[in-house]
């Protein structure tokens, strides 16, 4: 399984960004996809998740109701939509898939719950 990510760039406080992540390979048996994202100083920490059976979600607190994570409209894709950016959110994001979706949903909050990893994206948030 292979992951792209794209999007990313540079916003303003206050603005929005989309990231998507399409997996390739071997996902005709569902997925679980989510995104981490890593600032500079920082470890890598959970921002949301998605199961592609089912459309379940989960949010770290401090982005939700401002990111939303979806379907994308390309096959075997999910949309990170941030919305209400503050410079805290500056950082690299990552996403990961755990493909075939084995792992307990409550593990899919951290590294452990995925087998598969993109290229990080850079997203800044000026103030």
């Known amino acids: 399984v292979q992951l792209q990510a794209s999007g990313g760039g540079l916003a303003q406080a206050g603005g929005s960004v989309r990231l998507s992540c399409a997996a390739s390979?071997?996902?005709?048996?569902?997925?679980?996809m989510g995104w981490f994202r890593q600032a500079p100083g920082k470890e890598r920490e959970f921002v949301a998740c998605?199961?592609?059976?089912?459309?379940?979600?989960y949010y770290a607190d401090s982005v939700k109701g401002r990111f939303t994570i979806s379907r994308g409209n390309a096959k075997n894709t999910v949309t990170l939509q941030m919305n209400s950016l503050i410079p805290e959110d500056t950082a690299v994001y990552y996403c990961?898939?755990?493909?075939?979706?084995?792992?307990?949903?409550?593990?899919?909050?951290?590294?452990?719950?995925?087998?598969?990893w993109g290229q990080g994206t850079q997203v800044t948030v000026s103030s």
């Open positions: 990961a898939a755990d493909v075939p979706p084995l792992a307990i949903w409550s593990s899919l909050r951290s590294e452990i719950g995925y087998d598969y």
């Open positions: 390979g071997r996902t005709f048996g569902g997925y679980r």
């Open positions: 998605f199961a592609s059976s089912g459309g379940s979600t």
